[in-house]
């Protein structure tokens, strides 16, 4: 999508969208991750609240807060340096108003490093999204399956109200987000919406009618210990792996097959 050594940017996913080229996304949360799916080629890359739950094992996105969002959004912004770098703004900063939003985005742009923020939010956000957008922030929302919202929402569940999902995704695109999540939505409602907008939607079992898909990294190498979404196609078993070479490692420990350093310069 991009020339080689020019990183990414909002512009480049709206011409994609006109061109119909899907766009990538995956999240990373360190610099491995981050220079790993930016060699893989990836168009954006998004360091998610997710931390929360796959990096530090919480039961939610809601423990993240706006220190660790910059702790590992600094670290993967200098990872990266061809994709466009979007970072999460943690609950509940979004339903502060929009001073605070703004405050936090800043502060998110200035120590990370990124080209973007992303928030959940519904039509009621819109003065939000506006606000940040006002201050030069590229936004890019989030409506569907809200993770932030889980116990709102009953759970992680199909969202299934697609006159909802429509006027949230709507309000989002028209405060001025460049983009928009469709997470956890029937594939038939995320078509719907994805032609109904003029800025790209970006799926994440939503079907494969929107201009782009997102992956969780862990998700997607194999590598989640815990619960996996049911749409989540794995395309490697890292999880495995790991656990054979350590496994093989402590072995030639109890063995003692280890050679010295100057058998192993020979």
Same mark, same amino acid.
């Given at each position: 999508?991009?020339?080689?050594?020019?990183?990414?940017?909002? @512009?480049?996913?709206?011409?994609?969208? &006109? !061109?119909?080229?899907?766009?990538?996304?995956?999240?990373?949360?360190?610099?491995?991750?981050?220079?790993?799916?930016?060699?893989?080629?990836?168009?954006?890359?998004?360091?998610?609240?997710?931390?929360?739950?796959?990096?530090?094992? &919480?039961?939610?996105? @809601?423990?993240?807060?706006?220190?660790?969002?910059?702790?590992? $959004?600094?670290?993967?912004?200098?990872?990266?340096?061809?994709?466009?770098?979007?970072?999460?703004?943690?609950?509940?900063?979004?339903? @502060?108003?929009?001073?605070?939003?703004?405050? !936090?985005?800043?502060?998110?742009?200035?120590?990370? %490093?990124?080209?973007?923020?992303?928030?959940?939010?519904?039509?009621?956000?819109?003065?939000?999204?506006?606000?940040?957008?006002?201050?030069?922030?590229?936004?890019? $929302?989030?409506?569907?399956?809200?993770?932030?919202?889980?116990? =709102?929402? %009953?759970?992680?569940?199909? =969202?299934?109200?697609?006159?909802?999902?429509?006027?949230?995704?709507? !309000?989002?695109?028209?405060?001025?987000?460049?983009?928009?999540?469709?997470?956890?939505?029937? !594939?038939?409602?995320?078509?719907?919406?994805?032609?109904?907008?003029?800025?790209?939607?970006?799926?994440?079992?939503? $079907?494969?009618?929107?201009?782009?898909?997102?992956?969780?990294?862990?998700?997607?190498?194999? @590598?989640?210990?815990?619960?996996?979404?049911?749409?989540?196609? %794995?395309?490697?078993?890292?999880?495995?792996?790991?656990?054979?070479?350590?496994?093989?490692?402590?072995?030639?420990?109890?063995?003692?097959?280890?050679?010295?350093?100057?058998?192993?310069?020979?």
């Amino acid at each position: 999508m991009d020339a080689p050594g020019r990183r990414t940017t909002i @512009l480049d996913l709206a011409t994609a969208k &006109r !061109a119909r080229r899907p766009i990538s996304m995956v999240t990373a949360y360190d610099w491995s991750s981050g220079r790993l799916v930016d060699a893989a080629g990836v168009d954006c890359v998004l360091v998610g609240d997710s931390v929360a739950m796959v990096v530090a094992g &919480r039961d939610s996105t @809601l423990p993240a807060t706006l220190e660790q969002m910059i702790y590992h $959004g600094e670290i993967v912004s200098r990872a990266v340096t061809r994709a466009l770098v979007v970072v999460d703004l943690p609950f509940p900063l979004q339903h @502060l108003g929009p001073r605070t939003a703004v405050e !936090a985005c800043a502060k998110i742009l200035k120590e990370t %490093g990124c080209q973007a923020v992303k928030l959940e939010g519904t039509a009621g956000q819109a003065d939000v999204i506006a606000a940040i957008v006002a201050a030069g922030i590229p936004v890019m $929302g989030h409506v569907g399956l809200r993770p932030q919202a889980v116990h =709102q929402l %009953g759970g992680y569940r199909v =969202q299934r109200d697609v006159d909802h999902l429509l006027e949230d995704a709507r !309000a989002a695109a028209e405060a001025g987000a460049f983009a928009v999540v469709l997470e956890c939505i029937p !594939a038939e409602a995320a078509h719907a919406i994805t032609a109904s907008l003029a800025v790209p939607t970006i799926g994440i079992g939503a $079907g494969p009618h929107c201009d782009g898909q997102v992956l969780v990294y862990h998700d997607l190498v194999g @590598l989640s210990l815990d619960r996996v979404p049911k749409f989540v196609r %794995g395309y490697a078993d890292v999880k495995t792996s790991i656990a054979d070479a350590v496994t093989r490692w402590k072995g030639d420990v109890e063995a003692r097959r280890f050679p010295g350093v100057d058998e192993t310069l020979a």
